[in-house]
């Protein structure tokens, strides 16, 4: 059995299970995703990664800014849809569009709920320094991710694990998911369990502000921020007027002045220890690593870093 479904997402993240039922032989009444945004040097309007896909299968695809409008509504309710499968869409489902598909709408989520509920839990997991994060498949109701669970697969976060590499992971896994999730609702095996209520945090959407490294904060901290924004948007810090992403780095037990390089191979001291930059990118430049980052500027012990 194939169910018809409404197909909801926007980032690189939710191309993957789109593509999964699709080769899964479900049928794909539609596709909803963000508005095309102004982007690159000349702002041109460009789709999203899940619209670009969608349009190059010959997928309708459609990009409401809100789901609020009860013709939008009525239009959803007319695709007469046995599901909705929901990846990082961007937009919250009011109520009638929640209860317009027959069995419902299922999400595939980032975390292991119900820890990380909301926007950007990749990142908050790695900032926080958990050792494992992975894939909710949820019912979703009207509560930020506070669904019942239908399937749950952990990840591990390695010492040396960045936000692209989790991400790559949890997309896969979660495309894998939800095919196995689907099969398991025909099968009639598919079992629901509430969310516990111990253990919710919140990942809130990451402001710009949080980008920029304080080095007056602990190196073991820094080195998590590095991670969780690599490979974008990049924590960064200023030399000289120039800013800087650094998007690796190890942490080691020197101590100075923070912001102070400690020795000529990148070695910042921070509020406690210190952290080797291992991995820098300059503005319009690709990621390099610090040694070939010194062969074009060198910085010397006692240079400060902002």
Request: aromatic content about 4%.
């Amino acid at each position: 059995m194939t169910y018809r479904i409404a197909y909801m997402g926007t980032p690189d993240f939710s191309v993957g299970a789109l593509a999964a039922l699709i080769d899964a032989g479900h049928e794909i009444a539609c596709v909803y995703t963000q508005p095309p945004r102004p982007a690159g040097r000349g702002k041109k309007d460009r789709p999203s990664p899940v619209h670009a896909f969608a349009a190059e299968r010959g997928i309708e695809v459609r990009h409401p800014v809100s789901l609020r409008d009860e013709g939008e509504q009525a239009a959803f309710a007319a695709l007469d849809l046995d599901l909705a499968v929901v990846t990082a869409y961007g937009l919250i489902l009011p109520k009638a569009i929640l209860q317009a598909p027959r069995l419902g709408c299922l999400n595939i989520h980032a975390s292991l709920l119900p820890r990380w509920r909301g926007a950007a839990p990749i990142q908050r997991a790695i900032l926080a320094g958990d050792r494992q994060s992975g894939v909710t498949i949820m019912r979703m109701d009207e509560g930020l991710d506070t669904g019942p669970m239908l399937m749950k697969e952990s990840a591990a976060i390695g010492p040396d694990t960045n936000a692209g590499e989790l991400h790559d992971n949890l997309a896969e896994m979660g495309a894998r998911m939800i095919v196995e999730a689907l099969a398991k609702m025909e099968a009639g095996s598919l079992e629901q369990t509430p969310q516990p209520a111990d253990g919710v945090t919140y990942a809130a959407k990451i402001d710009k502000a949080e980008t920029r490294i304080d080095w007056t904060r602990p190196a073991v901290e820094i080195e998590r921020q590095l991670r969780a924004f690599a490979p974008a948007p990049g924590a960064w810090f200023e030399l000289a007027g120039e800013r800087i992403r650094a998007l690796a780095g190890t942490v080691t037990d020197k101590s100075g002045n923070p912001g102070t390089a400690l020795d000529d191979a990148l070695t910042v001291a921070c509020g406690e220890g210190a952290i080797r930059l291992n991995m820098v990118q300059r503005a319009g430049k690709g990621a390099m690593e610090a040694a070939a980052f010194l062969r074009g500027r060198a910085v010397p012990a006692g240079t400060g870093l902002t």
